[in-house]
């Protein structure tokens, strides 16, 4: 049974920084590309950030680009998505997904507030 379980998400003043993890387990970790998404209240899902199976190829919305870093563990089975100058605009429910797999996780939260 897959699982994806976020963390790491909260409350934080604009310009702050959260780093998101999510724990994946019930498929080869390895094997798979993955991605984060964000679903913002009255919005749909939008897809963030990917990384390819090996971390070797990051790639990222370009609402992110430059403010987001994604990166993954294989060793652990987590994928990772630092997240700096945060902006209002960033608040939302994150997500972990991997390629292929049409599992979701609950999300963490983010909130960018002063």
């Known amino acids: 049974q897959v699982q994806l379980v976020e963390s790491g998400g909260g409350l934080v003043q604009p310009g702050g920084s959260l780093r998101l993890s999510c724990a994946a387990s019930?498929?080869?970790?390895?094997?798979?590309?993955m991605n984060w998404y964000r679903q913002a209240p009255g919005q749909e899902r939008e897809w963030v950030a990917g990384v390819t199976r090996d971390g070797g190829v990051k790639k990222y919305a370009d609402s992110v680009q430059g403010r987001f870093s994604i990166s993954r563990d294989n060793r652990k089975n987590v994928v990772y998505l630092q997240m700096n100058t945060l902006k209002p605009e960033d608040t939302a429910v994150y997500y972990c997904?991997?390629?292929?797999?049409?599992?979701w996780g609950r999300g963490t939260q983010v909130t960018v507030s002063s």
């Open positions: 997904k991997p390629d292929g797999i049409d599992d």
């Open positions: 019930g498929f080869t970790f390895r094997y798979y590309p």
